[in-house]
């Protein structure tokens, strides 16, 4: 038995140890877009970075937000969280709380100065 539980112990540290950061990018209407974190995502708080450009030039006057959830499974009810960016040091910072281990699906939306909503979808697995 005591053998079990290290040896779970040194699985669990292995499993944390190993995750790397987020590190995404894609493109939506002209417009490059990544979503990093610089650590690793864990159960709580996750501070996201996004940052977009067009023609090669990042674009600082949109409004960003992503909302984050999890569908509704057997005995376990939907879950969703939405955080607003700020513009700091010329990238986009959000905190979003995920609650729980699993994969969360998310829509990333911006507005840009001509007044359009561009929306990307993705997961991330945490």
Request: hydrophobic fraction near 40%; charged fraction near 25%; charge should be positive.
């Amino acid at each position: 038995m005591k053998l079990l539980k290290i040896f779970s112990m040194i699985a669990l540290l292995i499993g944390v140890l190993n995750a790397d950061p987020i590190d995404l990018s894609g493109s939506k209407d002209g417009y490059d877009v990544t979503l990093k974190s610089k650590k690793s995502l864990v159960v709580g708080d996750n501070y996201f970075y996004v940052t977009l450009a067009k023609d090669g030039k990042p674009v600082t006057d949109a409004k960003v937000k992503a909302k984050f959830f999890m569908p509704e499974m057997p005995g376990m009810p939907y879950m969703e969280y939405v955080g607003k960016a700020k513009l700091v040091d010329g990238k986009y910072k959000m905190l979003i709380n995920l609650t729980m281990s699993g994969t969360w699906q998310y829509h990333l939306m911006f507005k840009t100065a001509d007044g359009k909503v561009h929306k990307l979808r993705s997961s991330v697995n945490l």
